[in-house]
């Protein structure tokens, strides 16, 4: 496996080993000691998520003030751009966002420390993403963070294409009222 850190160092982008043959692929996509070998980073992860989207479905920017997630991203089917913005205040990234295409094609895998807001946009005709948490979801807690707010200018990759949006995902809140991380909770570290 290749670790990689991303324009955010501690969002790191994972390249498992793939091995093919005749009759297909294998990989890894979890192993805690690897990773922990890989990374430095002791990571436990208590629930799985899978979605299935559409071409132009955009999902996020999400994120949970009392349960932050530490996420591992990827796609196992389609190909998506994905995004992730710094909510943490005591970051030098603070408000700042990373993205990177994961697909089906090169499997890599994102690691997603807690303190971010996470969205993707599909660019195939369909994609399934899976994800692994460090913390249960909680509806209490979540919040969305505006996808298009101008104050990020996230470079989304739209052209021609009109975003398919949840209420939740179109009604997001701009970047200046977001609610961020200012406490350094598990997985929260501060610079």
């Known amino acids: 496996m290749l670790v990689t850190q991303s324009a955010i160092p501690d969002v790191l982008v ?8 005749a009759r ?3 990989l890894e996509s979890w192993n805690e000691e690897r990773f922990r070998t890989m990374t430095g980073l002791s990571v436990r992860f208590v629930q ?6 559409v071409r132009g ?15 591992l991203l990827r796609v196992a089917r389609g190909m998506v751009f994905d995004v992730a913005v710094d909510l943490r ?12 295409m994961l697909s ?28 692994k948490t460090t913390a249960p979801y909680s509806s209490a807690g979540e919040r ?6 101008p104050a990020l200018a996230i470079e989304w990759p ?34």
């Open 144 to 149: 969305t963070l505006l996808w298009n707010d």
């Open 48 to 53: 799985d998520n899978h979605s299935r989207s």
């Open 24 to 26: 297909g692929f294998f």
């Open 158 to 191: 739209l052209e021609g294409v009109v975003p398919v949006l949840s209420e939740k995902d179109a009604d997001g809140t701009p970047f200046a009222r977001a609610e961020a991380y200012d406490w350094d909770g598990p997985g929260l570290a501060s610079a």
């Open 14 to 21: 994972l390249e498992p080993d793939v091995f093919r043959d």
């Open 104 to 131: 089906d094609q090169d499997h890599r895998m994102l690691w997603l420390p807690p303190g971010f807001a996470h969205g993707f946009l599909v660019l195939s005709p369909e994609a399934d993403f899976l994800y």
């Open 57 to 71: 479905v955009l999902r996020g920017l999400h994120y949970q003030v009392d349960l932050p997630q530490g996420k």
């Open 89 to 100: 205040r005591r970051s030098p990234w603070f408000g700042r966002w990373m993205s990177t």
